[in-house]
């Protein structure tokens, strides 16, 4: 988890300052399904915003930054403790929906990320201090397969 000053007025991530992480995502293959609608498709590894508990985070803005090239990749927010809320609704779920902590947020690059380049994170938060770090991805890591 990241970064600067720690206590009830600062947001935590993963991956944090330094983080070396995966590239890429399938959110198809987790359960429940972070976002349902993109199918089989490949996606960046979702960013984790803890906020202390009370506090429901809004993202008012969000950047990735591929350092390489510039670019600043598409990126979902996923907030307000559902995968898919309720448009309008800050709290509701349609049903079925996965929830989760709605003292968390997440962001969903909605591209692989490139592996071994930095990429530069800004998010500003509704009631908390901006959070600006960055990370490097590595190559999709294999899941490891049990065998009985």
């Known amino acids: 988890m990241d970064a600067g000053k720690v206590g009830q007025d600062r947001a935590r991530t993963y991956p944090c300052q330094g983080s070396k992480v ?21 996606v ?4 984790l915003i803890q906020v202390p508990q009370g506090v429901t985070p809004s993202i008012i803005s969000a950047t990735i930054k591929n350092t390489r090239t510039g670019q600043f990749l ?4 996923i907030q307000n403790g559902c995968t898919n809320p309720i448009p309008g609704d ?4 349609y049903q079925g929906e996965s929830s989760f902590d709605a003292a968390q947020a997440f962001l969903l690059p909605m591209d692989p990320l490139e592996a071994n380049t930095v990429h530069e994170v800004v998010i500003n938060l509704n009631t908390l201090p901006h959070i ?16 009985k």
Request: hydrophobic fraction near 35%.
């Open 90 to 93: 800050l709290t509701g779920c």
């Open 44 to 47: 960046g590894t979702p960013l």
């Open 74 to 77: 598409p990126v979902r927010r």
């Open 132 to 147: 600006a770090f960055s990370f490097t991805p590595a190559t999709a890591i294999n899941p490891v397969v049990i065998k």
């Open 22 to 42: 995966p590239n890429e995502f399938r959110p198809n293959q987790e359960v429940p399904n972070p976002a349902p609608d993109v199918g089989a498709r490949v």
